[in-house]
């Protein structure tokens, strides 16, 4: 029994270390589409979004977020934001292959991952969820007319209003040219698309130019 709880004891020490986010803030990256993609990117960031999103506080978390408009808003605007493309993009570079390879191999990785799962305060937090305040805030929230307010006038809040415009600007599409001809936003397999790794191909006789003092 000793041994076992020293084990527990371990499990939840690991999983302290991997937890270097709030479960606000895990909510906060889980509701924007450009910053969503981070978690698949890194095992040390997916641990520690997997262990928040054991915890209540994330998904009263995100209830909450859900709530208000502003937060669907905010998620559209990410969505034409050229960002995005810079997010996924990430998925075609292989370092990030490389770092799940070798997170796979350690075992400290399935230690982190395993320990909220063998962490009775989890279970704990998760019974007295339901007398948590903000979850009874949020059971109070449909007798709140200014909700019904605040959803009726979104369509006409500036943030909205600027949303709509946006396909007409110009700048928007100018942005998303240039994120889209970046060699950064392609991570290492960018450097097939910069034309400065083909300078000497280009040039063959360029080694042979001595270049002249300045």
Request: hydrophobic share 50%; glycine share 4%.
């Amino acid at each position: 029994m000793k041994k076992l709880s020293a084990l527990i004891l371990a499990l939840i020490a690991q999983s302290a270390v991997a937890q270097t986010v709030t479960p606000e803030a895990t909510a906060a990256q889980l509701l924007d589409p450009a910053k969503v993609a981070d978690i698949a990117k890194d095992p040390k960031v997916a641990v520690a979004a997997m262990t928040n999103m054991m915890d209540p506080a994330t998904t009263i978390a995100l209830m909450q977020k859900s709530m208000d408009p502003a937060t669907f808003t905010k998620m559209m605007q990410a969505g034409m934001s050229p960002d995005i493309l810079k997010a996924y993009a990430g998925f075609m570079d292989p370092n990030m292959y490389t770092k799940w390879l070798a997170a796979s191999l350690d075992p400290n990785f399935y230690t982190a991952a395993m320990a909220p799962l063998l962490n009775p305060n989890m279970y704990m937090k998760w019974l007295a969820a339901p007398l948590d305040p903000r979850v009874l805030q949020m059971l109070a929230a449909p007798l709140n007319p200014n909700m019904y307010t605040n959803w009726a006038m979104a369509p006409l809040a500036p943030a909205n209003m600027n949303l709509m415009m946006a396909p007409l600007n110009p700048n928007l599409y100018t942005q998303w040219a240039g994120a889209a001809v970046n060699p950064s936003t392609y991570g290492t397999w960018g450097q097939f698309i910069n034309p400065a790794s083909y300078g000497n191909i280009a040039n063959p006789l360029a080694g042979f130019i001595p270049v002249p003092a300045k």
